[in-house]
């Protein structure tokens, strides 16, 4: 179970799961790209998952910043250290000393 919370303004589209299925059996071009689109998140998700345990905080933080700049610029520290999965105070010195160079 998951919540989500847009930090700016967006917009949500939503379709019911019986409807979803029924694209995925009548559309095979659909059909295709679901099954593209989930290898790719699988991809996505072991590769975060390796890089939690394996590259310190600092290089996790470093990607992030370099992927995706606007997300850094938007979110609240709080939820760019969860994402990093490390407290808001190791993201601070983490910041600090990508700042000074050390």
């Known amino acids: 179970m998951e919540n989500i919370q847009a930090l700016t303004d ?3 589209w ?9 694209l995925f059996h009548r559309i095979p071009e659909f059909r295709e790209w679901g099954r593209s689109w989930m290898a790719a998140e699988l991809v996505h998700s072991k590769n975060r ?3 939690m345990i394996t590259e ?3 290089s996790r933080y470093l ?5 995706k700049p606007i997300l850094i610029q938007q979110a609240p520290l709080k939820h760019i ?7 808001d105070t190791s993201l601070s010195r983490i910041r600090k000393e990508i700042v000074h160079g050390n």
Do not use: M, N, V, W
């Open 10 to 12: 967006t917009k949500l």
């Open 14 to 22: 939503k379709i019911r799961f019986e409807d979803h299925q029924e």
């Open 49 to 51: 998952a390796i890089a």
């Open 56 to 58: 310190p905080a600092t």
């Open 63 to 67: 990607r992030l910043i370099k992927e």
């Open 81 to 87: 250290a969860s994402y990093l999965g490390i407290t």
